[in-house]
């Protein structure tokens, strides 16, 4: 069975920094693109980041990118998200994606971790 566990949620005062970790379980991990996505309330799904294999070359949505780093650990079968020099404007639910497709109905997620920042 193909599992998406995501960690390390919380509350943060405003310029802290969290590290999100997502453990991958039931498929060729180091194979697959990976991303996050967040949902703030009220609000829809929105891309944050996308990591590739092999090379691990990546890609940020500009509102983090200089603030939050993907990373992945192919021999751990574990994604991270390393965000810093966070806002209220990054509160939202985390979800680890298999893939970049996150808009598609049939894309494999976690079941998302809880950041809440305040100022």
């Known amino acids: 069975e193909v599992q998406l566990v995501e960690s390390g949620g919380g509350r943060v005062q405003s310029g802290g920094s969290l590290r999100l970790t997502c453990a991958a379980s039931?498929?060729?991990?180091?194979?697959?693109?990976m991303s996050w996505a967040r949902q703030a309330p009220g609000k829809g799904l929105e891309w944050v980041a996308t990591i590739y294999p092999l090379t691990h070359n990546t890609d940020y949505d500009s509102s983090v990118r200089g603030r939050f780093t993907i990373s992945r650990d192919d021999a751990k079968k574990t994604l991270y998200l390393l965000m810093d020099r966070l806002n209220p404007g990054d509160t939202a639910v985390y979800y680890c994606?298999?893939?970049?497709?996150?808009?598609?109905?049939?894309?494999?997620r976690g079941q998302g971790t809880q950041v809440t920042v305040s100022s």
């Open positions: 039931g498929f060729t991990f180091d194979r697959f693109t």
């Open positions: 994606f298999r893939g970049d497709q996150i808009h598609d109905s049939n894309a494999i």
